[in-house]
């Protein structure tokens, strides 16, 4: 499961993002009307819909938010039509990228993140160039003190997790999509509380960041881009040095 502290690190920065709730919940939103319409609104039949409320409580977004984003997935309430667009490409110094939006206007969405990719020179790539470096996989942290390592092992090899490791502190899981949901309910049966617990997108390599500039760029790249309305989320396959990430803090 090696690399996993290096995703989490990338978005150290996303923090002071997330505390814009206004724009958390809104991005949400979206996301749960997509899936409830692609996919319906049971969370036994649609994994995406259980991650993205686990997620949604997890970050306090009230009920109403969630109940009329659902509403209008089903169509009890009238809501933008909305369609996903996967960008991907490169940040100089071969770090990928995908950006992952949902947008009511195609042509706004493909020219402001043409500009954000040009301002930092970054390239855009052909589909399916990077994303088929990036598999989804289902990635859950629980906190040291919930559980004893052996008996938090045992547990989640059991309900069908790939591998589990301990890093600053939280215990990082790593399942197939497919067992995602069965290693979710297998903690909250056990009592333990998961701290997060999502599908996403991770690298199969990473790309080492060890120059402060580049790094610093690469932070505001990302940052512009989860800024824009329409971008959901940003993936990277960057490994930017711990004495990087203490200086960029700094």
Same mark, same amino acid.
């Given at each position: 499961?090696?690399?996993?502290?290096?995703?989490?690190?990338?978005?150290?920065?996303?923090? *002071? /993002?997330?505390?814009?709730?206004? %724009?958390?919940?809104?991005?949400?939103?979206?996301?749960?009307?997509?899936?409830? &319409?692609?996919?319906?609104?049971?969370?036994?039949?649609?994994?995406?819909?259980?991650?993205?409320?686990?997620?949604?409580?997890?970050?306090?977004?009230?009920?109403?938010?969630?109940?009329?984003?659902?509403?209008?997935?089903?169509?009890?309430?009238?809501?933008? &039509?909305?369609?996903?667009?996967?960008?991907?490409?490169?940040?100089?110094?071969?770090?990928?990228?995908?950006?992952?939006?949902?947008?009511?206007? =195609?042509?706004?969405?493909?020219?402001?993140? &043409?500009?954000?990719?040009?301002?930092?020179? /970054?390239?855009?790539?052909?589909?399916?160039?990077?994303?088929?470096?990036?598999?989804?996989?289902?990635?859950?942290?629980? *906190?040291? +003190? /919930?559980?004893?390592?052996? =008996?938090? @092992?045992?547990?989640?090899?059991? *309900?069908?997790?790939?591998? @589990? %490791?301990?890093?600053?502190?939280?215990?990082?899981?790593?399942?197939?999509? *497919?067992?995602?949901?069965?290693?979710?309910?297998?903690?909250?049966?056990?009592?333990?509380?998961?701290?997060? /617990?999502?599908?996403?997108?991770?690298?199969?390599?990473?790309?080492?960041?060890?120059?402060?500039?580049?790094?610093?760029?690469?932070? &505001?790249?990302?940052?512009?881009?989860?800024?824009?309305?329409?971008?959901?989320?940003?993936? +990277?396959?960057?490994?930017?040095?711990?004495?990087? @990430?203490?200086?960029?803090?700094?």
């Amino acid at each position: 499961m090696s690399g996993h502290s290096k995703w989490a690190n990338i978005k150290h920065k996303k923090a *002071a /993002a997330d505390a814009k709730k206004g %724009k958390v919940f809104s991005k949400l939103a979206r996301e749960i009307t997509i899936s409830v &319409r692609q996919n319906g609104a049971d969370v036994s039949s649609n994994l995406g819909l259980r991650t993205l409320l686990l997620k949604a409580r997890g970050v306090n977004m009230p009920a109403d938010n969630i109940d009329r984003a659902v509403k209008k997935g089903t169509g009890e309430l009238q809501g933008e &039509r909305l369609e996903e667009i996967m960008f991907e490409g490169f940040f100089p110094g071969g770090v990928a990228i995908v950006v992952q939006a949902l947008t009511d206007n =195609r042509n706004r969405t493909v020219a402001e993140i &043409r500009h954000i990719f040009t301002k930092f020179g /970054a390239s855009l790539a052909g589909q399916g160039q990077v994303m088929r470096s990036f598999p989804r996989r289902g990635y859950i942290l629980v *906190a040291q +003190s /919930a559980a004893p390592e052996d =008996r938090l @092992m045992e547990l989640i090899l059991e *309900a069908g997790a790939e591998d @589990m %490791k301990l890093e600053e502190g939280q215990y990082e899981i790593l399942t197939d999509p *497919a067992q995602f949901n069965a290693v979710v309910e297998a903690l909250a049966k056990a009592g333990i509380k998961t701290e997060s /617990a999502e599908l996403t997108l991770l690298p199969d390599s990473w790309a080492p960041v060890t120059d402060k500039d580049k790094a610093s760029g690469l932070v &505001r790249f990302t940052e512009e881009l989860e800024e824009l309305d329409d971008v959901q989320n940003v993936y +990277s396959n960057a490994d930017i040095a711990e004495s990087v @990430m203490k200086a960029l803090e700094g």
